[in-house]
């Protein structure tokens, strides 16, 4: 479990495909990894990926031919810089909210638009997805979680301030840029509970 809020930027330094999946390493930035030990989860760009290797300023990751099917990390070349977030202990502040790091879905920036010295981007979605999307709700992008500002049929904005900008892999960022997007837990949970199948 990850709360979205992204404590380095790394860096994909290779990849070796192995059978249908992968094997990635990441160089993890300024990412301590002091305390990381094999089999931890750290998630990048949002996808919870467990800690087969750690060398130096490097970890591993084996990824399966699922995630690699139905996330961006399939597409991410090396150099490549990623959101990273080690998993939440239960004694830390949870400053975002609740990430599992399990994608719904694949997005894409739309748009991005001055606000000040802010940014308002817009990202479409799956519609099958929208439905989890509440304006003032959160959602998370790339594991950074934000702030729903709108919310649309098969999109939804929302505005970056600086610190999000610089803290995060959005700065390298353009529209048409897939991300990957996980919905609220709670409204997925909410739907379960209620009785309604999803569409």
Aim: aromatic letters at 4%; proline letters at 2%; a negative charge.
């Amino acid at each position: 479990m990850f709360t979205g809020i992204i404590q380095a930027v790394g860096r994909i330094a290779s990849r070796e495909s192995r059978g249908t999946g992968a094997r990635l390493v990441i160089d993890a930035g300024a990412l301590d990894l002091a305390d990381v030990t094999m089999g931890d989860s750290i998630a990048v760009a949002g996808v919870c990926l467990t800690v087969v290797a750690i060398e130096g300023a490097c970890w591993a990751a084996d990824v399966s031919a699922e995630t690699l099917a139905r996330t961006t990390i399939g597409n991410l070349a090396v150099g490549t810089g990623v959101n990273l977030e080690k998993a939440l202990r239960l004694a830390d502040r949870l400053g975002g909210h609740l990430v599992s790091g399990h994608v719904d879905g694949v997005g894409r920036v739309l748009g991005v638009d001055g606000d000040g010295a802010s940014q308002r981007w817009r990202f479409g979605l799956p519609r099958a997805l929208a439905r989890y999307v509440a304006v003032k709700g959160s959602i998370s992008v790339d594991g950074t979680s934000l702030t729903v500002n709108e919310a649309g049929d098969d999109d939804f904005g929302v505005t970056l301030i600086p610190h999000t900008l610089a803290a995060t892999t959005f700065g390298e960022r353009s529209v048409g840029d897939a991300v990957n997007i996980e919905v609220d837990l709670i409204a997925r949970y909410a739907e379960r509970l209620a009785g309604h199948a999803p569409a």
